[in-house]
């Protein structure tokens, strides 16, 4: 049991607002309260925003990017420093093990701002010399400039990676930020405040205003015309509601959305490699990793081998608390999310699935029984165009299905109106080029999942997203590239 208490960060200053509401913050793991989140309303997000308006033309505006990249530094060292703190809040909101938020989510929210410090720092401009009748000539060159206040929207799967992924890249570039954390994991991102006072960042530069989406603060920050921008992370169908909110104004949106994310196992892969990449695609975070994969095409010669052994991986994860070191898999982000999977659980038998393993709510010990728990689950027997091959699940689950063809495979693959991630795994390289452009995804691994470079474009194809970010590219939606012509 813990009593911490969410507030706002405006302005370089914790505030609980002036709304008066609050809402629970509950460990998915034991459904323990953590504490009361301020939620914010117009008036907070209008304070909000209005500071981050200021702070562009305060010190931080003036600042060289030397100057810039050494805070971002600075604030990187600082959530290292305070990594348990950080750890700790991270696992109290997700339930997620603290081996895997040790390895990924934490160092991941701090390298974001030294990766996007170091592109500010190195990238060039194009330069074109034009020649004219005169002779003289003109040149040409580019000039980045901040985009001016960003909106952040993220959600809960990974809250301190995923937010800093966006304001890493926003802070280097010049912007000012307010973000909007997901409802479900406040924690981490209100003590980034913290780090950010510590490390000198001038106030109303980086701002958090709690709440929900609808009719609360996440609405009416996209809604906001002081937001010249907005970067989102999350579900399509919200997505779709902010790109309404978007068009009011012309504003730039950037979007990382949902995913039914194949894999496609040939009967010549290392299948070693492709049970460990598989388990990790299906059930790392509970399932809940928008590159994860829910629908797993096996070449026939090798299905039943495939199927048999990822079974026995599944059976040798262990549920339970997060501090628990033998732990590799915790509970999913809330009650309604997992009545949101048990949904798709039902629905699977009813449609007359085979469950080779799970399909319902684990038994747990009695301090566990409140959490948000469901089974490892895996499929077969299901036609491509059953819901469940076709929505997005958001759990520790996939299908199986068998393949005869490489050409049918990559059609199936294709076949849905998302398009983020696929995984190939085979030993011929001929093979593994040739699927790897044929995917319609914006990331595909040959042999691995989730190896990621940050220097990379990220973002999905179809209803996957809008926008790339990474490395240079982010550099795309976090400023504004300007042309000055000179004539000689
Ligand atoms: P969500 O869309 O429910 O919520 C995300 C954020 O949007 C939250 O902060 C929420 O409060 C806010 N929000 C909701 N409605 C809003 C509205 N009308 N206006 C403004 N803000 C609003 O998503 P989630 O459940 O938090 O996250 C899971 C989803 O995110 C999955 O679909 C997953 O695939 C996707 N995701 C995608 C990526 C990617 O990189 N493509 C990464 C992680 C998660």
Request: aromatic letters at 8%.
């Amino acid at each position: 049991m813990s009593d911490r208490e969410s507030l706002h960060f405006i302005n370089g200053e914790y505030t609980a607002g002036s709304s008066g509401l609050t809402f629970e913050n509950r460990c998915p793991v034991d459904g323990s309260l953590i504490g009361l989140v301020h939620e914010g309303k117009r008036e907070e997000v209008d304070a909000a925003v209005s500071a981050a308006r200021a702070a562009l033309k305060g010190p931080w505006g003036r600042m060289s990017v030397e100057e810039r990249v050494r805070m971002l530094y600075r604030v990187a060292d600082g959530i290292t420093a305070r990594f348990d703190e950080f750890l700790e809040a991270e696992c109290l909101d997700t339930g997620k093990p603290k081996s895997l938020a040790s390895h990924i989510d934490i160092p991941r929210g701090a390298a974001n701002f030294k990766v996007f410090a170091d592109v500010i720092r190195n990238v060039p401009t194009e330069g074109f010399f034009l020649e004219t009748p005169d002779g003289a000539g003109a040149q040409n060159y580019g000039v980045r400039t901040p985009k001016g206040v960003i909106g952040v929207i993220s959600p809960w799967n990974l809250p301190l990676l995923l937010m800093t992924w966006k304001v890493g890249p926003a802070l280097a570039c010049g912007n000012t930020v307010v973000v909007k954390p997901s409802e479900e994991t406040p924690l981490t991102t209100t003590l980034l405040g913290e780090v950010m006072n510590d490390a000198g960042v001038p106030r109303g530069v980086f701002n958090v205003v709690h709440g929900f989406g609808p009719d609360s603060a996440g609405a009416f920050l996209t809604e906001h015309p002081g937001v010249d921008a907005i970067t989102f992370t999350g579900e399509t169908r919200t997505g779709t509601a902010i790109m309404k909110a978007a068009a009011e104004g012309v504003r730039d949106v950037s979007f990382e959305l949902g995913g039914k994310n194949p894999a496609i196992v040939f009967a010549d892969c290392d299948m070693d490699k492709a049970i460990e990449g598989t388990m990790r695609s299906v059930f790392a975070n509970c399932g809940q990793v928008c590159l994860g994969t829910e629908r797993v095409f096996v070449e026939r010669p090798v299905f039943d081998e495939f199927v048999a052994r990822l079974k026995a991986g599944a059976e040798g994860l262990k549920l339970g608390r997060p501090e628990d070191e033998t732990v590799n898999m915790g509970p999913l982000i809330s009650k309604e999310h997992q009545q949101k999977v048990l949904g798709y659980y039902k629905l699977a038998k009813d449609l007359g699935a085979t469950v080779v393993i799970g399909g319902g709510v684990p038994d747990m010990p009695d301090d566990l029984k409140d959490g948000a728990w469901v089974e490892p689950t895996i499929w077969t027997g299901l036609g491509d165009d059953s819901a469940v091959m076709r929505e997005e699940i958001f759990g520790p689950c996939c299908h199986i299905t068998p393949f005869d063809e490489e050409e049918e495979v990559i059609a199936r693959a294709n076949d849905t109106v998302y398009g983020l991630a696929s995984a190939v795994w085979t030993e011929n390289m001929s093979r593994g080029h040739r699927v790897a452009a044929q995917i319609d995804c914006g990331i595909c691994w040959v042999n691995s999942w989730f190896l990621r470079d940050l220097r990379t474009a990220f973002g999905g194809t179809k209803q996957s997203g809008i926008g790339r970010e990474g490395g240079v590219h982010s550099l795309e939606f976090y400023t504004e590239l300007r042309n000055v012509c000179v004539k000689l």
